[in-house]
């Protein structure tokens, strides 16, 4: 049997224990979870598990970050899950974000009225960029 660990404790004491799905599921003598072998396909760049926790704790939500990443929202909700991320209550403000190129990034700082009334971050996307404002919701 080939030394692979358990995913929850990282113990190499495994047990096999049949069969689901067509591949071989083990039993850790650890702390007796059960898990299969890691399927072989696509693994996720940690970039964008990254780039999607960043986001959702910016305010974004789980399908706007889907459309923004092209990562789907269920994955974005499972990483949040693992990661025990909170995304803190914001009731006065809320978020927008625009994805700009280098130029328009530039054009946009250069005029102090943008910079005035919001709260706002730059984070890189791929060859792009990702500008979140804050703005005080009018109370009207």
Same mark, same amino acid.
């Not at 702390?31 to 890691?38: E, G, I, K, L, Q």
């Given at each position: 049997m080939a030394q692979i660990s358990c995913p929850k404790c990282e113990?190499? @004491?495994a047990t096999k224990s049949g069969i689901v799905g067509g591949r071989q599921r083990y039993k850790c003598k650890n702390?007796?979870?059960?898990?299969?072998? $890691?399927k072989t396909g696509k693994e996720t760049n940690p970039?964008?598990?990254?780039?999607a926790l960043?986001?959702?704790?910016?305010g974004?939500?789980?399908r706007e970050i889907e459309r923004l990443l092209g990562v789907s929202h269920v994955s974005v909700m499972n990483w949040v899950k693992k990661y025990g991320v909170k995304a803190p209550r914001q009731t006065e403000y809320h978020p927008t974000y625009k994805i700009l190129n280098q130029k328009e990034l530039a054009d946009f700082f250069a005029? $102090?009225?943008?910079?005035k009334g919001a709260g706002m971050m730059v984070t890189e996307l791929g060859d792009k960029? %990702? %500008?979140?404002?804050? @703005?005080r919701f009018r109370q009207g």
């Open positions: 113990s190499k @004491e702390c007796s979870y059960h898990y299969s072998v $890691a970039y964008y598990v990254i780039k960043q986001l959702y704790v910016e974004v939500s789980y005029k $102090a009225e943008n910079l960029y %990702m %500008m979140i404002r804050w @703005e």
